[in-house]
């Protein structure tokens, strides 16, 4: 649909180019008040301007041209499309002018827009913030605008609030006057050219480090009081990133400051606000003393992500919402480059390698969606930020970037970004700029990959490269599963060499190199990998001599295999017994996901059969790891230790471990990557007392971290009474911004699953109301593992074509897909164990 037909969309008659916006938040009631005035052109003479607003009740619209005031005469609301439209006695003239409005509202609590988040301090004392949430079309809650991406313009705020508390916006404090009767009004510079999306402000009783000069940039952490101890993680990481960035892109910060702040309720993980980055707690906040090596992982690569954002996203921005993909795939990829420049060896890009298995699980459904397509509305946007955005998004980039080189990759992101600074863009413009650079048909070959969904399994036989479509299961219906791509494919001979680039499209090619051959070298490719019988007879000795990426590669794929019903469960753990003594995290990770599932699927006389396994796996390294960490150890040992442990603790029965993690609990002994392990193992056993421990932590929790590990812990007791009392915590004692998670993950449950999921729908239209929008979808992460009872999956599918998630279905019928090939693989596998 083109920009005119579109009714979502604005005309183009009047255009705005800088705003002065006056805010006054009374936190108390939870209203605000407030003035707009706006700077626009008027292109056409027209007697009716229509710009975006909801739920703010406005005044009339007063328009100042050439010396003549023109106030409105009525105002028309359209809920469906979210628009005012002021009409005036005469046409206003076309040329520069001054709009004034003025509002009211009130501060939400569904997380978007502006609205209310509190905090209880440490003497039991509950305070308010006022703070923003503008992406994707919520500038419009907070004041009237022009809220599309390619309406850019400056932004100068101005606000109002109560003495004693702090503001923040995206730009510097300019001035800070008291009012003399217990207010102030502070206004901040105004922000270069941008979009409504990026605009912020928060106010509330914060703290604050001291800022830290980053080549000119000054960066703080902002925090609710009593948590400055836990920001250094964050600030170092910070720094890095705008170093990093500048110099990566060849262009300075595009902002003045940096403040990264902490608000106790936020729907996603962090927004990238220019100037004034707001976060979710466990996003920033963390005690690098006590955290796991994820926790830790996790406020790097978000703070990285939204510092990238700064350049691609804030400086230059899409055109339209269906290029959001791009912004959050390639910020996505910058965080993995980025992190692994800032510590090397946690080797990001090997972790990786489960983000984009993990949506290469959802891509071979056929309910996938090609990552760019078509948005109308609002509602359509909302179903852009998923895996596939991210994930797949991140991933394909990555591949482009080691297939044209990373140099070569560097310098066309460097002409795109200094061709299109302060404006906006197509995904083709980017594609554009590669080729211009690379000289390589990039614009073709990542058509075949944006505007198609799915992606090939690429068989290696007999030395040809050969592809086709990969899927989980036939279709039985419509499928989004593409037909054939451009394929960069990387090969290598394990006998040394170079790395053969090719790029594969319908008719097979040759391979030249020398056997054994490894199929998608360095890991990177997005696609699944399959060898013919003589070259996996040729690999099958070298598992050992392969890449630590190209290792978890082959897992990963071995286990959709598996999961797709084309391999068997004995040749899987063939495959795994191949790995060896190596501290990897990702592929061991895999397995253990794969034991999940198959204790999922199999009735009880074959557990210990399935133990055996695990103790056969599992075993060696648990005596070589051991309990605690070694002097020397890398600090990816401790995610393997845990791993390990947790298999041995949970389908492994181990009693001795069991006994262990009980101990640990008992004395609360539980840092770092075993803490949730031992809670996992501990929950699972359903003593007594463990259920109110974990809720009397969980509340006293000494960081973001360790709340979050007992409220997620609650999930993992198989009892009824204790999964209902903890999905009801979900709906009058946990934050919103948590709650779908946790009935998501409760419904995960192998044992109380079930329960869980029938009391979150019996409370749907409760939960839908509560609930912020765009965190709903979690409610469905338990579909997938209800893969033992065919009757209660219809049971479940039924519900959810009944009552549908506007925007976001097609999350839940992934969902749902998944559940019935997991109800395949769970027949097979009782047939194989």
Not at 536 to 558: F, K, M, N, P, Y
Request: aromatic share 10%; proline share 5%.
């Amino acid at each position: 649909m083109s920009t005119n037909s579109n009714p979502y969309r604005l005309t183009r008659d009047v255009t705005p180019s800088d705003y002065r916006i006056f805010i006054t938040p009374d936190l108390k009631e939870a209203t605000f008040a407030g003035r707009v005035e706006i700077d626009v052109d008027v292109h056409v003479a027209t007697s009716r301007m229509t710009l975006h607003a909801i739920d703010l009740a406005l005044g009339a619209a007063t328009v100042t041209s050439g010396g003549t005031a023109y106030r409105s005469n009525e105002i028309v609301n359209d809920e469906t499309y979210e628009t005012a439209t002021f009409i005036f006695d005469q046409a206003l003239p076309t040329g520069s002018a001054v709009v004034e409005i003025a509002f009211t509202g009130v501060l939400n609590d569904l997380l978007v827009g502006f609205y209310r988040s509190t905090f209880v301090d440490s003497e039991g004392t509950t305070h308010t913030i006022a703070t923003t949430q503008f992406e994707h079309s919520d500038a419009r809650r907070a004041f009237p605008c022009w809220d599309e991406p390619s309406f850019k313009a400056t932004y100068q705020v101005n606000l109002t609030v109560p003495t004693q508390l702090a503001a923040y916006s995206n730009s510097p404090v300019t001035s800070d006057i008291d009012l003399g009767n217990g207010q102030r009004t502070v206004s901040f510079a105004p922000t270069m050219k941008m979009s409504t999306y990026l605009v912020a402000f928060v106010v509330g009783p914060f703290e604050e480090t001291a800022a830290i000069d980053v080549d000119g940039v000054p960066l703080r952490v902002v925090f609710p009081p009593g948590k400055g101890h836990l920001t250094e993680l964050a600030l170092e990481s910070g720094a890095f990133a705008l170093r990093f960035f500048a110099e990566y892109f060849d262009i300075a910060y595009p902002g003045d400051k940096m403040d990264m702040v902490a608000i106790p309720d936020f729907a996603f993980g962090a927004m990238e606000n220019l100037g004034c980055i707001t976060y979710r707690e466990t996003a920033l906040l963390v005690d690098s003393s006590s955290a796991s090596l994820a926790e830790k992982k996790r406020v790097a690569e978000v703070v990285a992500h939204e510092i990238a954002h700064m350049w691609f996203g804030d400086l230059v921005t899409m055109e339209w919402w269906e290029g959001i993909w791009l912004n959050e795939a390639f910020a996505t990829f910058m965080q993995v480059l980025c992190t692994n420049a800032f510590r090397p060896q946690w080797k990001m890009w090997v972790g990786f390698g489960v983000d984009r298995d993990a949506a290469l699980q959802i891509d071979g459904l056929h309910s996938t969606r090609p990552i760019e397509y078509e948005v109308i509305s609002p509602d359509d946007t909302r179903g852009m930020f998923d895996i596939l955005t991210y994930e797949k998004g991140g991933s394909v980039l990555r591949m482009l970037e080691q297939y044209l080189g990373e140099q070569v990759f560097r310098d066309g992101i460097r002409h795109y970004l200094s061709t299109h600074s302060y404006a906006n863009t197509v995904t083709t413009d980017l594609w554009d700029a590669l080729e211009e650079v690379s000289g390589q048909p990039v614009r073709d070959l990542m058509n075949t990959w944006i505007l198609q969904g799915g992606h090939p399994l690429v068989t290696l036989e007999n030395g040809v490269l050969s592809q086709q479509p990969f899927a989980y299961a036939p279709s039985s219906g419509a499928s989004a599963i593409g037909d054939s791509w451009l394929v960069p494919v990387l090969t290598r001979s394990l006998l040394g060499g170079e790395t053969s680039r090719h790029l594969l499209a319908k008719d097979p090619i040759t391979v030249s190199d020398s056997a054994p051959v490894v199929l998608n070298a360095g890991g990177s490719g997005v696609f699944r990998s399959r060898y013919g019988a003589a070259e996996l007879a040729q690999i099958a000795g070298h598992v050992g001599e392969l890449e630590e990426l190209e290792r978890a590669t082959l897992i990963a794929d071995s286990w959709a295999s598996l999961f797709a019903g084309q391999i068997t469960w004995d040749a899987f753990i063939a495959t795994a017994r191949g790995l060896g003594d190596q501290d990897e995290p990702t592929p061991w990770a895999t397995i253990a996901t794969a034991i999940d599932f198959a204790h999922r699927a199999i009735d009880e006389p074959q557990r210990p059969a399935l133990s055996k396994v695990v103790h056969e796996l599992f075993d060696h390294q648990f005596e070589r790891l051991g309990w605690d960490g070694r002097e020397g150890e890398s600090e990816l040992t401790p995610q393997m230790r845990a791993i390990v442990i947790g298999a041995l603790g949970t389908a492994g029965e181990d009693l001795s471990i069991r006994a262990e993690a009980i101990r640990r609990f008992e004395s609360n002994f539980m840092n770092g990557d075993l803490a949730r392990t031992i809670l996992r193992i501990v929950a699972n056993q359903n003593r007594p007392g463990d259920y109110e421990t974990f809720l009397e932590r969980y509340r006293n929790a000494a960081s973001p971290q360790e709340e979050q590990r007992y409220q997620w812990g609650l999930a993992e007791f198989p009892d009824e009474t204790t999964a209902l009392d903890a999905a009801e915590k979900c709906f009058s004692e946990f934050r919103n911004q948590d709650a779908p998670i946790v009935l998501g993950i409760l419904s995960r449950n192998e044992t109380t699953g079930p329960s869980v999921w029938r009391f979150t729908t019996s409370r749907w239209a409760e939960a839908v109301e509560k609930f912020p929008p765009n965190t709903l979808t979690a409610l469905a992460l338990g579909i997938p593992t209800f893969i033992r009872d065919a009757a209660f999956a219809d049971q479940v599918e039924q519900f959810h074509a009944q009552n549908t998630l506007s925007g976001e279905q097609r999350t839940v019928d992934q969902q749902i897909e998944r559940m019935r090939i997991g109800l395949t693989f769970a027949d097979a596998v009782r047939r194989q164990i």
